[in-house]
């Protein structure tokens, strides 16, 4: 009976590392999604800028 509880245990520490790790990765990944959004979000605002200035006769 220990046996299988100790195994048993050695079992959920090994998931529960994997989940840690993956957690890592999917942190990691919603950083560089995040800072992918930014930059998206930047270019969108300079484009509106620049369409503005066009319309108004500026550009």
């Known amino acids: 009976m220990q ?3 100790e195994q048993k245990a050695q079992q959920l ?3 529960y590392e994997a989940g840690q790790r993956m957690l ?3 942190d990691g ?3 560089q999604l995040q800072q992918t ?3 998206i979000e930047g270019a ?3 484009l509106r800028e620049l369409a503005a200035q066009v ?3 500026n550009g």
Do not use: H, T
């Open 3 to 5: 046996e299988i509880l």
């Open 13 to 15: 520490a090994q998931e």
């Open 24 to 26: 890592a990765e999917l």
């Open 29 to 31: 990944k919603r950083q």
């Open 37 to 39: 959004l930014l930059r």
């Open 44 to 46: 969108i605002q300079v």
């Open 55 to 57: 319309r108004e006769g």
